[in-house]
């Protein structure tokens, strides 16, 4: 899968491609699509949510161009396999939330029974992020709003790196990567991109 669908396609890192190689994504999924775990597409995992597909979360890994020490925001646990390949990594700390309860609790226990250690999950909006443990030094959504948060963006780091999908739901949306710089986010549109819809109050009640 990694040779095929994710180097073929320019991904470079070197620890991300053997974080790719290493988390066997088959324990992230439904029984009833394992023998898709490891096809390139995006599949459901219950409560109207997807786990990824493996090239998205390699590419959206990649950009956050994580360092020693670094610490992640991750919005969206959903199975919990975009944290567990952060995890994987092996030098970074992990924040994630998920908003779904079922999700976030088997999720948290799934991570726990692979020996994820270094990821810490919790069920709430994702829209305010988790200042309590912020700031970070990357921040990755793994749903799409029709904006950027003013929380999550006020909760990265200087020289912070936030790497999001935006767009109407139901629709394709843009993957942004935004770089805070003297308090400001530059951002650098990446192409488009197919994300489930981001829920939670702050994009219902438009944002702050």
Known sequence: MVE????????????????????????????KFLSQAYDDHPLPIGY????????IVALMTELLELEQGDVVLEIGTGSGYQAAILAELGFVDVYSIEIVPELAESAAERLHELGF????VKQADGY????????????VV???????PAPLAKQLKEGGRLVIPIGPPGGYQTLWK???EEGEMRAYNLGGVA????TG???EQGGE
Do not use: C
């Open 201 to 203: 109050e702050g994009i």
């Open 178 to 180: 935004f770089v805070k």
């Open 117 to 120: 250690k270094g990821v810490i």
């Open 195 to 198: 994300f489930v819809p981001f």
């Open 4 to 31: 095929r669908t994710i180097e073929a396609r320019g991904i470079k890192n070197p620890d991300v491609l053997r974080a790719m190689r290493t988390v066997p994504r088959h324990n992230f999924v439904l029984e």
């Open 128 to 139: 305010y992020g988790w200042p309590e443990e912020g700031p970070f030094d990357a921040i």
């Open 48 to 55: 109207g949510q997807t786990i990824s597909q493996p090239y």
């Open 142 to 148: 793994t749903a799409a709003p029709d904006h950027l």
